[in-house]
C-alpha cells in the first residue's frame, strides 16, 4: 500500500473510531435482564403475574457534556407505549458516578396480561440528533385453570431460619429419645418441604429486603432494597416498582394484609411486603406510607415494635425525622406519576405526625402491651395497631423470664429496664391477628415474622435464638390450627436466608457446674477440649420443658453445643449470656476515665478465654448463601416442593389464590 | 503526638494518666437510667421524671453498660442500663435498645477518638443533657451525658485492661448467676 494510503486509512480510522464512540449510550434499563446486560436471552430476570403492575425506566447517557436526551420512546414487543412518561436529567439528585446530562424515562404501573416473553425496547434522540436504542426482555408467567381458590396465604418467615436453626429448635423444645423426636415442631409436621434458593439481584448473600421481597413481588431485588429494582437517583422511595402480592391481591380480589413481627415494624422483613424502597433504613417514610397507602395494600393489621417511628417528633421517644421521609413532587413527573398512576399518597415531609392517632382515626384499634391487646374484641375490630416496644420487642427468652418472675411476684428483669413489662409472645399476636382477617369476606395474605432468630444468631447468642426459634414455633402451631379448622388455607413456613452458618456440633460432655469451674479455668484446653461432646458423646441434650412450653434452664448438664460457619472473632465459654447485675452492685470500673484511641479497626475487647478466631471481619456473624427449607400445609401445599428459586414461591402462592391449585409436575419419570 | 495517622493537636490529654486519681469537675449527683422517664412506659411516647428535669444541665453519676456495635462511631457511645449488643450494620434503626439508653458524648476535642469497647457494668461521670437532638445522619437522641475531656485517657494504641484474672474482669467481683 502507498504510504498516502496508509496515512488515509489511519486518518479514516480514527475519525470512524470517534464516531463509534461519539454516541449516547443506554446505561440502564429496567426491568433488569440478561439480554441488556450481556445479550443472552436467558435466565430471565424479571418476571410477573398477568396484568401484574411495573415500572418500565431507562437511563440515557448523552456522548458529551454538551448535550441532552431529547425523546425517550419505550416499546413492548414492537408496540411503542402511549402511556403518560416522565424524563428528568441529573442536574440535582442523582447518584455520585452518572454524568448530570444523564436523562432517567420512566413509564409507571404497567401491566401484561398475555403470558410469555416479552422484549421491551426503549429509544433515545440525543440533541444532536443521533439515536441509541436498547432491548431486554421479561416474562409473564401464565397461570394454570385449576381447582380449588385458596382464600387465605399465611406467610411464616424465620428470619434467618436455616435447617441448623430449626433442628437445634426440636433438641431443645422437642426432645430425642434413642434417637427419634419426643415431641416434633409444629413445623416438622407440614408435610411438604422443599430448598430454597435466597440470593438476592446482586449477590449469594442476601439480607432481609430482598429476602421478603422476592417471596412477595416474584422479583430479585439489590441487597437493602424492597420491592423496587435499582435506579441512578438519591431518593430512596422514587425507585421503580413491583406490585407486591398484597396490592395485587387486595386490587383484583379485596384481599386484606395482616403483618405480624417481633422487630421494629420499619424493618424490612414487614416492610418489604407493602413498602417501596430502596433503603431499608428510611423509617420514617416506611411506616408512613403503611398507613398513607393502605388503600393499595390492604393493609388490616400491622403488630411488633417500632413505637418510635409513629410519635411526633415533639414527643420524647420519637425517631422521626424529616431525613428519612417521604413526599413526592406533584409538578416533576418523575414521581408526580407515582401518585396519578399507582394511586400512592403523595406524603410530605411531617417529623412532627402523630401517626399513632392518625392509624387511629383512621379505624384502627391500638395496643401497646398484651394487656390492651387482650382487650381487643376481634368481632367488633376490623384493624389493629398494636406497638410493643420503641424499636425491636424484647428476646423471648427475656420476655418469659420477665413473665415467670412477675409470677413470683419479682421485677427488675430485663422487660422491667426496658419499661414494657408486659409484651406479648408471638403466638399470641398471631392468634389475635388472625381472629380480625378472619372475618374479611374476601380473605387474607399474613405475614408473620420471627425476627430476632436472625438477629440473635448475628450475635452469636446460642440460647436467644433457639428461644426465638420455639416462639416463633408456636406461632406456626396457631396458624397451622386455623388452617386445618378451614380448609381455605396455605400456609407455608419459610426463611429470607440463613444467618451465621450455624452448626450443630455436639454436646457438653460436662455437667453445668462443672462447665462453670471449666470457665473459670479458661483456655482451649479447659473449654473445648473437655467440653465438646462429638459423634456418640454428644448424645441427647435433654431440656426440660416447663408448663408455659420454654425450657425451664439453658444451662443445663450435658448441653446441646452450637459453632458459627459465618462468624466474627469471639469468645465462648458455651453459657447462657449472663443476665446482668442487678443495680446496686460494684461496678468493675469505679469512677475510673474512660480509655479512648484514634478509631482503629484492629482493636479487640478481652472478655474470656477460648478465643475463636472469625472467618469474617467484625463483631458478627453474617448472612450466608445456604440454600433454606420451606414447608407447607393445606391447599396448594404441593407446589412447595423441589429446589425452588425464592421467586417462584410467589407464583406458586399467586396460582392457588387466583386460578386454583393444580397438582405440581413431578417430572418426566415416566420415560 | 501523631498516632496512625491522626493530628492530636489540640485534643486535650488526661492530666494523670492513673485512673485511680481523677477527680470530676464537680459533686455528681446519681441517677439511674429508670429515673429519666416514668416508669414502667406508657401507651404512647415518654415523659421525663421531675427529678431529671431538674438534674438537666447538672453533672451526674450513672451506672450502665457500653453498648457492642458492629460499626462504633468516634466521639461517642450509647450506655444501657442492660448489656446489649446491636447489629448496626445489618439491621440499622431496628435495633434491640431500650427507649431510655443514653447518647454517651467525648468533649468536642476528642470527637475523633473511639472508646475502648469494655463489657461489664461501668460508671461514667458527666453532664446531662435532655431533649430532642438529631445529627446529619438522622439519628434523634433523647438524653445525652457529656464526658469531661479530662476524664479520657488517650492512648496510642487500644490496649485491654490489664491485668486481667481468668474472668476477664478487671477486679475480682463475685458474680451471681
Sequence with gaps: MKPLNQICWSVMGLWMSQMVLAAPSVTRLTPPSEMFSSGRDAPIIARFLPDQRFDLQAS???????????????????????????????????????????????????????????????????????????KGNFEVVGLTKGGQKIKNIIIMLGDGMGAAQRTAARIVGGGYAQGKVIEPLAMDT?????????????SIVTDSAPGMSAYVSGNKNNNNEEGVFPDDTVDPFDNPRIEYLSEYLHRTQGKALGVVTTSDVFDATPAGNAVHTSNRGAGTGIVDQ???????????????????????????????????????????????????????????????RNLIADFQAAGFAYASNKSSLDQIDVNKTDQILGLFAYSNMNVAL??????????????????????????????????????????????????????????????????????????FDKAVQVAKAYAQSRRDTLVIVTADHECSGVALIGGSMVSDARLQEL????????????????????????????????????????????????????????????????????????????????????????????????????????????????????????????????????????????????????????? | MVALGVSWVGVSFAQAQDPGSYKPP?????????????????????????????LAGQWVSIKGYMVKMEQPLTGQFILSPRPVEINDHADGDANDL??????VLLDPTQSEAWVTYRSGLIELQGQLELGRQETAQAQVSWIRIKLDPKGIVLQAHPTPLAPLNPMGHA???DLKH
Excluded at chain 1, 190 to 202: E, I, Q, R, W
Excluded at chain 1, 312 to 335: C, I, L, M, V
Design chain 2, 26 to 54: 464537680a459533686a455528681a449527683v446519681k441517677v439511674a437510667f429508670g429515673e429519666f422517664f416514668q416508669m414502667p412506659f406508657g401507651p404512647k411516647g415518654l415523659t421525663f421524671t421531675p427529678k431529671a428535669k431538674a
Design chain 2, 98 to 103: 431500650p427507649a431510655n439508653a443514653v447518647l
Design chain 1, 519 to 671: 470457665t473459670r479455668a479458661g483456655g482451649v484446653e479447659n473449654l473445648r477440649n473437655q467440653v465438646v461432646g462429638l459423634y456418640e458423646k454428644a448424645g441427647f441434650p435433654k431440656y426440660v420443658i416447663s408448663a408455659d412450653g420454654y425450657p425451664q434452664s439453658t444451662d443445663i448438664d450435658k448441653r446441646l453445643l452450637v459453632g458459627y460457619g459465618a462468624n466474627s472473632d469471639r469468645f465462648e465459654d458455651w453459657r447462657t449470656n449472663e443476665l446482668p447485675l442487678q443495680d446496686g452492685q460494684q461496678p468493675f470500673v469505679s469512677k475510673a476515665p474512660l480509655s479512648a484511641h484514634p478509631a482503629d479497626p484492629r482493636f479487640r475487647d478481652v472478655e474470656g478465654r477460648f478465643e475463636i478466631t472469625g472467618q469474617v471481619p467484625g463483631n458478627s456473624g453474617v448472612h450466608t448463601a445456604t440454600d433454606i427449607p420451606i414447608s407447607a400445609f393445606g391447599p396448594g401445599a404441593w407446589a412447595f416442593t423441589g429446589v425452588i428459586d425464592n421467586t417462584d414461591v410467589f407464583f406458586k402462592l399467586a396460582q392457588s389464590a387466583v386460578a386454583g391449585v393444580v397438582t405440581p409436575d413431578f417430572g418426566n419419570w415416566r420415560k
Design chain 2, 171 to 173: 477486679t475480682p467481683i
Design chain 1, 398 to 471: 427475656d420476655k418469659v423470664d420477665g413473665r415467670r418472675a412477675a409470677l413470683k411476684g419479682q421485677k427488675g428483669r430485663v422487660v422491667d429496664d426496658f419499661g414494657l413489662p408486659d409484651q406479648p409472645m408471638l403466638d399470641e399476636m398471631t392468634k389475635k391477628a388472625i381472629g380480625v382477617l378472619n372475618r374479611k369476606k374476601n380473605g387474607f395474605v399474613l405475614m408473620v415474622e420471627g425476627a430476632s432468630i436472625d438477629k440473635q444468631a448475628h450475635n452469636m447468642d446460642t440460647e436467644r435464638w433457639i428461644l426465638d426459634t420455639l416462639e
Design chain 1, 60 to 134: 440515557i447517557r448523552p456522548d458529551d457534556d454538551s448535550k441532552t436526551i431529547t425523546k425517550v420512546e419505550f416499546a413492548i414487543n414492537g408496540k411503542v407505549l402511549l402511556e403518560p412518561q416522565s424524563l428528568i436529567d441529573c442536574a440535582q439528585g442523582c447518584l455520585p458516578n452518572v454524568a448530570k446530562n444523564t436523562a432517567i424515562a420512566s413509564v409507571r404501573a404497567l401491566g401484561v396480561k398475555k403470558p410469555g416473553v416479552h422484549v421491551f425496547t426503549v429509544s433515545a434522540t440525543q440533541s444532536d440528533g443521533q439515536t441509541v436504542q436498547a
Design chain 1, 190 to 202: 407440614f408435610p411438604v418441604t422443599g430448598m430454597v434458593k435466597t440470593a438476592s439481584l446482586n
Design chain 1, 290 to 352: 403503611f398507613l398513607d397507602d393502605r388503600h393499595l395494600s390492604g393493609l388490616s393489621v400491622l403488630m411488633g415494635g417500632g413505637r418510635k417511628w409513629f410519635l411526633p417528633s415533639t414527643e420524647a421517644g420519637s425517631a422521626r425525622s424529616d431525613k428519612n421521609d417521604y413526599a413526592f413532587s406533584s409538578t416533576q413527573a418523575h414521581t408526580s406519576l407515582i401518585v396519578s398512576q399507582w394511586g400512592a399518597k403523595s406524603g410530605s415531609l411531617d417529623k412532627d
